[in-house]
């Protein structure tokens, strides 16, 4: 099942890690350099809750919580 809100669409988003090295120039070093750049995955925050549907029925969906918060569900 992919990980993807049902109300706003929320999907997982590519980026990455950046590792740096060195002392920056603002404290005396010769700056910092980039060592390593790791790909990550950033996740949206989804519960499995149950939501009352249109026609007045019950539905178990994923949704994020900023949906939650928002109101834009309606809990059973």
């Given at each position: 099942?992919?990980?993807?809100?049902?109300?706003?669409?929320?999907?997982?988003?590519k980026g990455s890690?950046?590792?740096r090295k060195g002392q920056s120039k603002k404290s005396g070093g010769?700056?910092?350099?980039i060592t390593t750049i790791?790909?990550?995955k950033f996740r949206p925050n989804l519960q499995k809750i149950r939501i009352r549907t249109?026609?007045?029925?019950?539905?178990?969906?994923?949704?994020s919580v900023k949906a939650?918060?928002?109101g834009?569900?309606?809990k059973v």
């Open positions: 099942m992919a990980r993807i809100c049902a109300i706003t669409g929320k999907r997982p988003t890690i950046i590792h010769i700056g910092t350099h790791t790909k990550r249109a026609n007045g029925g019950t539905k178990r969906v994923l949704v939650i918060k928002a834009l569900v309606e």
